[in-house]
């Protein structure tokens, strides 16, 4: 993976850089250093917990985004035993955009269903970078048919930029098959987890995220629109994005204050992308928890908490 | 046809006027003729020449379809609580009190009880004079109560929608009220009461791509924009101009979505019908 450095985190890369370089100096013999490397390897620590504590919600989207950030089938494959990818809607095609399969999770089966972005061009070609097309969205509800048909948890994980607005996915019914995924996933019988490892971007984000527990990753974010959008539309500016952000609250904990999202899944400092193991050990935990947890319901219990859970939602004054 | 006299319509101004003063001449925005604001009313603000469905108040469609007499209107005291403390270029407080004032709605959607051809219903208006029919807390919990009246009184969910999507300015929580609003319709879904969806122009974004596009019928009237992505939207993601006719209701219909496109004269009996026969009655009312 190519390295790369968003613009906050510069000043952390330079004196890392700086670091790497009397490092090798010193490892050279030419010169005694170790004590000024010791002192900026200080000096390094503390800016690192600076750059990535209290960041704007701005630069949570920018992480939530970051190219090295692990996607799906990264997180399946550090995450699950087994994995069978199963393809197509039975309709028109195989979206490459939303990836669905069986897997065994921390040693319990489930339907594994999630948004998949690509790496480079070619990848972000063959994935339309992450943005499903109608087909997608119905691959995904056969899955998860198929697991309620045998009992199995299905466990989502979203990352999206949104569901992808050209003239075939509407003629496709890119409405439609949104909505039934939402209507689907409500009456579902078996424990629904969704997690937001990256973008959750409106409702294509939401057709596969209506599920009994919604957990988010420190750094994803989760908006109603791209911030871009808000902007150009109530800014007329799409470089008012950083703005929008802050005012639509897009973060982990905005989400938990809001209560529409259970729980917060901590990452590694600086991103899951400097650390994709312990962020998928950390996801791995969370999802198995919940899934014991909703096991225990019976599936009509389950189906009635989750339905007044979504019927609470919203905020408003009654006069 | 003389090619060198067809006028191209495309290139003349076509904005609707939605609010129509008295005594005032309105251009049809498809057929270019000049129509009496009268005559336009009496036809339900539709053009006489070609047809054209001219936008539609809640209080219009309210009137078209129950029965006079005793209607009941729910829930009218619901107001946003403005949870983000949302501010823009103006604070969305603002713009709610702004919104309220020019069009005398108090959000986007009335919800109210009544007759049509003597069958109690429910009926959910949108209202695009409320911003654009946006779609936030307020909406999806007036919708949400009346899908449980009609979960309670076991009567049918009549849906009018016309509204540009989410809003923007209750964030996330707009976006859930999709969510919400599929939620409650699983418990109507249980039931043997119909739930029509009439879809009016626009009817874009996460209103379609919930419960507008969940009816056990969906309706639309002629011409009306229906689609996910709004068309601006679409034509600067793929870099080309839409095909004419994209995303109307015929285009809609036609590629599988739609089960009837209804002309605004002949909703009431249409929607009459399919209650009718949805509920097994041996005899056509009336």
């Known amino acids: 993976m190519k390295d790369f450095t968003l613009e906050f985190e510069r000043p952390l890369r330079e004196l890392q850089a700086r670091i790497d370089d009397l490092e090798e ?26 750059t990535y504590t209290d960041l704007t919600r701005w630069q949570c989207v920018q992480l939530a985004r970051h190219p090295n950030r692990p996607y799906t089938l990264d997180y399946i494959d550090l995450i699950t035993e087994e994995f069978v990818e199963l393809k197509g809607d039975r309709n028109f095609r195989d979206d490459k955009a939303i990836v669905c399969g ?18 480079g061009t070619k990848e972000n070609l063959k994935r339309n970078f992450g943005m499903p097309h109608p087909e997608g969205y119905r691959k995904a509800l056969r ?56 973008e959750g971007g409106s409702g294509g984000a939401l057709a596969l995220g209506v599920a009994d527990r919604v957990y988010m990753l420190q750094y994803a974010v989760y908006s109603v629109i791209s911030p871009e959008g808000c902007a150009s539309i109530l800014y007329r500016d799409a470089s008012q994005a950083s703005h929008a952000a802050e005012a639509m609250k897009i973060t982990a904990p905005d989400l938990i204050d809001l209560g529409i999202v259970d729980g917060l899944i901590e990452e590694p400092l600086g991103g899951a992308h400097h650390d994709p193991g312990a962020a998928a050990r950390a996801i791995s935990e969370t999802v198995t928890e919940a899934i014991n947890e909703l096991s225990k319901m019976s599936p009509e219990d389950r189906i009635e908490k989750r339905i007044e859970k979504y019927l609470r939602l919203g905020k408003w004054i009654e006069k | 046809m003389v ?25 049809c925005p498809v057929c270019q003729v000049s129509l009496y604001h009268k005559e336009l009313e009496r036809n339900l603000d539709v053009c006489p020449k070609c047809g054209h469905h001219f ?87 007036k919708l949400c109560r009346a899908v449980m009246r009609a979960v309670e009184n076991r009567c049918p969910l009549i849906v009018i929608s016309c509204s540009g999507g989410m809003r923007m300015q209750e964030g996330i929580l707009s976006l859930m009220q999709m969510a919400k609003v599929s939620a409650a319709l699983v418990r109507l879904s249980n039931l043997p009461q119909p739930f029509i969806s009439i879809m009016t122009n626009p009817t874009t974004g996460g209103t379609t791509a919930s419960y507008a596009m969940s009816g056990d019928v ?25 095909p004419k006719g994209f995303q109307s209701a015929e285009f809609v219909q036609e590629h599988g979505f739609l089960d009837l496109i209804v002309a605004r004269s002949e909703l009431k009996g249409k929607v009459s019908s399919l209650l009718g026969l949805l509920q097994g009655e041996a005899v056509k009312p009336g």
């Open chain 1, 25 to 50: 100096l010193s490892r050279k013999g030419k010169i005694g250093l170790e004590k000024e490397i010791v002192k900026l390897r200080r000096k390094a620590d503390k800016l690192k917990l600076e």
């Open chain 1, 102 to 119: 069986l897997a065994r999770w921390n040693g319990q089966a489930a339907a594994v269903i999630g948004h998949q972005k690509g790496r």
């Open chain 1, 143 to 198: 899955i998860m048919r198929l697991a309620e048909k045998f009992g199995l948890p299905v466990i989502t994980l979203i990352d999206t930029p949104g569901a992808y607005p050209g003239i075939g996915a509407e003629e496709r019914g890119q409405a439609s098959a949104i909505a039934d995924n939402l209507s689907a996933m409500a009456k579902l019988k078996v424990p629904i987890v969704s997690v937001i490892i990256g």
């Open chain 2, 3 to 27: 090619p060198w006299f067809k006028r191209d319509k495309d290139k003349l101004s076509s904005q609707s006027r939605r609010n129509i003063p008295d005594g005032v001449w309105v251009l």
């Open chain 2, 55 to 141: 936008r539609f108040p809640s209080a219009k469609y309210i009137d078209l379809l129950l029965d006079e007499g005793d209607h009941r209107e729910y829930d009218a005291g619901l107001r946003s609580a403005d949870p983000l403390k949302f501010k823009d270029t103006s604070a969305y407080t603002d713009r709610l009190a702004k919104n309220t004032k020019k069009s005398g709605l108090t959000d986007a959607i009335r919800c109210v009880s009544g007759e049509l051809d003597e069958r109690p219903v429910q009926l959910a208006v949108m209202d695009f004079a409320f911003m654009g029919g946006s779609v936030g807390s307020v909406v999806g919990e």
């Open chain 2, 218 to 242: 969906n309706i639309s009237e002629p011409g009306a924009l229906i689609g996910f992505a709004g068309p601006r939207v679409i034509k600067q993601t793929i870099g080309e101009d839409l």
